[in-house]
């Protein structure tokens, strides 16, 4: 979450008392309600330690060559995307902005929604529901990519880009010419036709002043 705030106080010890207070329990008989007095642990917290150790013992018992180590504490939070897959999500992001095509907050969540459903990942119900990852998830992506940028990017339409091309760009030019001709024409005294006829001079000289 954006804002999480642990509600609980469990696994506060470090992994090696935790180890001997579940060896107490199991080696030498005594109760979890004292040995978790003792170690300063939550009761339940010791207690489920117990039970996961059992567990493993039967399995150890039952596959003597493999390793069932006992885990203390949170597991980690599961990503929908690997390292690679994000890093490859950041770069085209990169990509987008830097040709003035980048994407909104939402736009970035859809995207990350339809690349966990082209790659196979297992994403959450919400995502199927919105068509779209969480805020969360973005929040989270921006902390792990912070040089991508928060704002929203500025309208940049398809239709907008494509037409900057080189025939439209001299249509330009001949039209800010034939205004600039007549701006001429109106401040100076000769004849249309003379300022015309004289504009490749005329713009010769305005050059320096407009740059």
Not at 15 to 35: K, N, T
Not at 64 to 73: C, E, I, K, L, Q
Not at 104 to 118: E, M, T
């Amino acid at each position: 979450m954006r804002n999480y705030v642990r509600k609980t106080e469990r696994v506060k010890a470090p992994s090696d008392v935790i180890d001997r207070a579940v060896a107490m329990v199991l080696d030498d008989g005594e109760s979890c309600s004292s040995v978790a007095i003792l170690f300063d642990i939550p009761r339940r917290s010791l207690t489920r330690y117990v039970e996961k150790k059992k567990k493993s013992g039967l399995e150890e018992q039952n596959m003597p060559n493999s390793v069932s180590p006992t885990h203390h504490g949170y597991s980690s939070v599961r990503q929908v995307f690997n390292k690679e897959d994000e890093t490859v999500l950041a770069d085209y992001l990169h990509r987008s902005a830097d040709i003035y095509f980048g994407l909104s907050p939402i736009d970035v969540r859809k995207l990350a929604y339809l690349v966990a459903k082209k790659l196979n990942l297992k994403i959450p119900t919400s995502w199927t529901e919105k068509l779209a990852a969480g805020p969360d998830w973005f929040a989270s992506f921006l902390k792990r990519h912070p040089t991508l940028a928060r704002r929203k990017p500025e309208a940049t339409s398809l239709a907008r880009t494509s037409s900057f091309n080189i025939h439209n760009c001299n249509l330009f030019f001949d039209n800010y010419q034939r205004v600039l001709v007549i701006v001429l024409w109106r401040l100076c005294s000769r004849p249309y036709v003379e300022c015309k006829a004289n504009f490749p001079q005329l713009k010769g000289q305005l050059a320096p002043a407009v740059g």
